[in-house]
């Protein structure tokens, strides 16, 4: 599908978001919610839906889908209800899925994005909780059932169709996953499962304003997959109505090893589903004092940090979304910089020197220490090399002002040192220097080079270069 159609066709994009909730335990039953147990270790008769069981509401992931609510700008309903999402498939042992249908938890809300087309605002429906199905396992002695996800906690957020690029949907997903992870929601790891991604795509000519006939495609587990899968489906749709076909409504899936989508099954209506009240569960409220308390225990938002990371301590923003990658990270910053006078040189060295292959742990170098290494390079007392090794060397703890004069690293400051320092190395170094009364830039950059050997690298570059012209008479 090379042919460009987006002269004459438009998308119109809406995705559904299951996030996994951070609980110790899963949503109706006291059973371990832990990723990567052996299969079938983690269930009872609650999560296997045994006649006589009855399904215990979690107070945590109430919790964690009003502060998912909160951190996407949504407004939380201080009475919503659970329902049943009758269906058969051989991972969901009860044959229904307990949700939530007319009355969830969370509506409104959105999140603003931003791509090479400029700034939008993407629209959030709802947010609603609900329980996990099981797993199918796929191999050549034939398919069997983990139940372990069975009743794991999960959040679903349902954006409006507000989306009209792959662009766009992939810049949403990226927001949305860091809002989550910066809440505590969720940890986000799509390739454990934990964020997964259904799109809901449909096409129409430029121009109109009625929509296009819906497919899904489910299941997506990478933000790069779901730009992909959204840039396929686009193409199919458009191409079945440039040759004068209709679109049916399908499920669908994508196919990652040949970058398209395929068909999974016919689509299905909410009537097919059968959704009704559940029964073992009450209504549930929501005082406003909880919703509250919530709320103070959320941290700063990502994007609210870059303002302020950008705005008082005026660093790029570029540096201010790698300091905000992960929570971690932007804490251990904020920590730094807390007691640094140049936060934008504690940026640097955290983004040049330390964050590289990192990962998600926190960084071995007391924060306290990497202010006071970028507060000594940021004051000329130490140059840029020996601020690196500063770094290496005080991961234990020991004390960055300590261990630079112990190792010889402090700048000289003193101009006759410095003096005393050019002199001998034109002194031994008479080529170069005769070289100097020419005004060779190599001559004296030789020079230079000769003193930081000299002295360690202790030397201030600016200051030698300096005294060079002065004893010189170079300008």
Do not use: W
């Not at 002695?141 to 999960?154: E, M, S």
């Not at 308390?293 to 938002?301: D, G, I, N, Q, W």
């Not at 300590?402 to 002199?423: H, N, R, W």
């Not at 170069?432 to 230079?448: F, G, H, P, V």
């Amino acid at each position: 599908m090379s042919i460009d159609y987006a002269k004459q066709y438009e998308m119109i994009v809406g995705l559904e978001v299951h996030a996994e909730l951070r609980t110790a335990t899963k949503i109706f039953c006291s059973c371990e919610s832990v990723y990567g147990a052996a299969p079938n270790t983690r269930i009872c008769p609650v999560c296997l839906g045994l006649p006589g069981t009855l399904p215990r509401l979690n107070r945590r992931a109430v919790e964690l889908a009003i502060a998912a609510g909160l951190a996407l700008e949504c407004s939380i309903q201080a009475d919503s209800r659970f329902d049943r999402k009758n269906y058969f498939y051989p991972d969901l042992p009860k044959g229904y899925q307990i949700t939530q249908y007319d009355y969830p938890i969370c509506l409104g809300g959105g999140i603003t994005v931003e791509t090479e087309e400029g700034k939008r605002r993407i629209g959030i429906t709802r947010i609603h909780l609900e329980e996990d199905a099981g797993k199918l396992i796929h191999g050549e002695d034939g398919t069997k059932i983990d139940y372990n996800r069975c009743g794991v906690p999960l959040i679903e957020i349902v954006s409006g169709p507000d989306i009209r690029s792959a662009a766009e949907a992939r810049a949403y997903l990226s927001a949305l996953r860091e809002r989550l992870v910066f809440a505590g929601v969720s940890d986000c790891r799509m390739n454990e499962g934990s964020m997964r991604c259904d799109v809901n795509l449909s096409v129409r000519r430029r121009g109109e304003t009625v929509l296009g006939q819906r497919t899904e495609i489910k299941n997506i587990n990478s933000i790069a997959f779901a730009g992909k899968a959204i840039a396929y489906e686009f193409a199919r749709q458009a191409e079945i109505l440039e040759n004068g076909g209709t679109i049916t409504p399908q499920t669908r899936r994508y196919d990652e090893d040949n970058d398209r989508t395929v068909l999974m099954r016919e689509k299905e209506s909410a009537a097919d589903y059968r959704y009704f009240p559940e029964p073992d569960l009450p209504p549930l409220h929501v005082d406003a004092e909880d919703i509250e308390a919530v709320r103070k225990s959320l941290p700063e938002m990502p994007d609210a940090r870059r303002r302020r990371f950008t705005q008082t301590m005026n660093i790029p923003e570029d540096s201010a979304r790698q300091l905000t990658q992960t929570p971690q990270i932007a804490d251990y910053f904020d920590a730094a910089a807390a007691v640094s006078a140049h936060p934008r040189q504690t940026a640097n060295l955290l983004i040049g020197e330390i964050l590289p292959g990192l990962g998600e742990e926190t960084p071995a170098l007391p924060p306290e220490s990497l202010a006071r290494i970028a507060d000594m390079a940021g004051e000329r007392k130490i140059s840029a090399a020996s601020a690196r090794k500063l770094l290496a060397l005080c991961a234990d703890g020991r004390d960055p002002a300590v261990c630079a004069e112990m190792q010889g690293m402090l700048m000289i400051t003193d101009p006759a040192k410095t003096a005393a320092l050019v002199s001998d190395a034109l002194r031994e170094n008479p080529t170069a220097a005769q070289q100097l009364t020419e005004r060779k830039a190599k001559a004296k950059q030789a020079i230079i080079g000769a003193v930081m050997r000299a002295s360690r690298g202790s030397a201030d570059a600016a200051a030698v270069s300096a005294e060079i012209d002065r004893q010189c008479g170079g300008d």
